[in-house]
């Protein structure tokens, strides 16, 4: 989508389709005053945008699709893979100092907490530590454990999960990052963390979106 400001030829094109389709290159171009010729570069990057279909014989039809929906279809084939952060992970014995340190030393604002096993068993989030500490100056020394959302209540996604699916998860549970997963064991739960997504990955694929 490197050319979503269509040039005012290229609009005018999308004009004449839309009210005439379907219309044959060489009846655009006679609308226009121009050469079959000198229309195929515009023709090409409409249909590639999608802006355009063209069917053999029968000729350029407008296919109905809006910038957004361009767009929303975009975004649709971004995989949580593509985007995803390296994980933050402590281990539940680990204290909420520890807690509060690796959150700055990580420069994240969620941990994800994890079993000996090695599986996921909670989350922890700023608030989940400012809260833990007042009015209790020694609960630094506890186990981020006492804390932590737990599970079977965390939400999760997987590496090849629509990137939608993951905002809309942030979005409706009201939280900051979803944990991405390998299922190891679907009976007992045991998730192995792979990765994280945050608002800050939603962010990044709105503002690359709207540069490209
Ligand atoms: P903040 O501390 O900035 O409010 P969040 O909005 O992410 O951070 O967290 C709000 C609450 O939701 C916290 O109690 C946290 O433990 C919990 N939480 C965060 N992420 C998840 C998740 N993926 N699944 C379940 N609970 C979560």
Do not use: C, W
Request: aromatic content about 6%; overall charge negative.
């Amino acid at each position: 989508m490197s050319t979503i400001e269509l040039s005012d030829r290229q609009k005018e094109i999308v004009k004449i389709v839309k009210k005439n389709g379907p219309i044959r290159g060489q009846d655009i171009a006679s609308k226009l005053d121009l050469t079959r010729a000198a229309l195929r570069a515009d023709l090409a990057i409409l249909t590639m945008l999608g802006y355009l279909g063209a069917r053999p014989r029968v000729g350029y039809f407008y296919s109905g699709k809006s910038i957004i929906s361009l767009l929303v279809e975009n975004i649709r084939k971004i995989k949580v893979g593509d985007v995803q952060s390296v994980p933050v992970v402590m281990n539940e014995k680990q204290t909420i100092y520890d807690a509060i340190a690796t959150l700055f030393l990580e420069d994240v604002g969620t941990l994800f907490i994890i079993n000996d096993k090695g599986f996921l068993e909670g989350v922890v989030s700023r608030k989940d530590l400012l809260k833990s500490l007042l009015g209790n100056n020694s609960a630094q020394n506890m186990p981020v454990s006492i804390v932590m959302t737990r599970m079977p209540n965390i939400h999760y996604i997987t590496e090849n999960e629509d990137v939608m699916e993951a905002a809309e998860m942030i979005n409706e549970y009201q939280i900051d990052s979803l944990p991405v997963v390998e299922v190891v064991d679907n009976e007992g739960l045991n998730l192995k963390v792979v990765g994280r997504i945050s608002k800050t990955n939603i962010t990044r694929i709105f503002v690359e979106l709207g540069e490209e």
